[in-house]
């Protein structure tokens, strides 16, 4: 039997990634159902909610409804959308009441406060971040290493540039990497830059079958995406930080967010997130 | 009159991220309130939500009890929480209960769920972003460049980098970027490469005055840095936006949140983002 469906927006004031993220999250409970997903940000006028309503209601089929997920801090906007043939599940209204009562006062219901205010300080970190990140990308510059927050280690393609970068966007953390390669397994210790530094560092590591798949993509065929050198190089890294005593994590069923979390949560860092 | 300040927890079976952007975008309403935010994520088991009722219980003070934000998709692990002193704010309860009534099914309470499934296609496309926007960054490659989704040009240091690096890694766009230097202003026009892909591009601008001190910080007292030549160069991008018609987005005051949702909403980009 095929899945059935079910049409759903993420309708915002602001950029659309909170209620993204938020509808996605509970979207994810319900695997029986394909949901087509529409994403309509920057909602900030009456006029642009009667677009969406009328969008709603073409998208509405007998005795299914679409799934509305809001966050929409003003109220004459989100009664626009409230009136078309939709469940809306509205993210502000549910909790601001509430919150409200418990601090004795009055929500602002400014539109678009979610993402930090640019300029203060979380948010420099996060810019410095980056590019701290990007210069220290793939053992790149050894320079200014102790600025570091966490240095990632693991063979090439383990996923260290993906979770690093995400580490600096979304946690304001100075995550720079270095990729473990047969120099170094050779000489069967890390760089004495990187050993000075032992308590940043962050090991990550792979299945030898999936790490293969991944490199075959890029050099088909090549020695370096061989299963043999693969298994090869993944033991190497492996005895290689039991040998340190570096704390890893196997990357191959783990998405970007939760290898960046895990980091963090192993590594003591504060998260200083400009979102 | 100082803020009055509150403790607030963000407590998560996963990775901590959804709650802690759904948190914070409730408390970024009330204004004159300072939070003390703290993040415990992987809370799955009774055990370590017992933990963290220790601690809410030790942060509560006579008469100002924590927030308490979670998103826990099993009832017996917040239920422990919820015995603790403070204010709950569930995210899931609130929202699966309508949810599971609509759908006319019951939602599975998998943890873990929030960012998708490594290995899909979805997945896949955010890795293959990301290289290809560090393959691209900065005007590195001309190589491929018909693959980009959208190509972000403006002066150096006008928040492209991190632009370019938010919608690989959300939103799974191929993000180039080429910066505007003075050669292109004298040319008087955008390399050819470039202009045969003018229906992706995309322009950022930055105030002089900002510019100038975001330059400051990377090469003080430098004629880069001045506040002439930014104005210079601000001015010759902006003229040359206009010439090729290319739309574009003044950078100063928006994080890379907003600019990175406006560019995707501009060039009407579809986002498949793997959150």
Redesign the interface.
Known sequence: MSRST?RAFFISD?????V???G???L??????EFQQT?I??VDSTEKARDCATQINAAATAGSRP?VFT?L?NAEIRDVIRRADC?L?D??E???D??EA??G?R????I?????R??NKE?RD??DA??FT?AH?DGMSHKELDMADVILVGVSRSGK??TS??LA??FGVKAANYPLIPEDFARGALPPALLERKERLFGLTISPERLAEIRHERRPGSKYASIENCRHEVEQAEAMMRRHEIPWLNS???????I???VL?EVKLE?H???
Request: aromatic share 12%; proline share 4%.
């Open positions: 079910r602001g950029t659309g990634i909170t993204e993220m938020f996605h999250s509970l994810t409970q319900f695997e029986e159902i994403v940000p920057f799934l966050t801090v469940l599940l993210f502000f549910r909790f601001l509430p919150l418990e601090l006062t929500s602002s219901h400014a678009g406060r979610s993402h930090g640019v300029g948010y996060r810019i980056v590019n990007l990308d540039t993906p970068l995400y966007l979304q191959t069923t783990r998405s970007i967010e939760e960046a979390a895990k949560h998260r997130g400009g979102f």
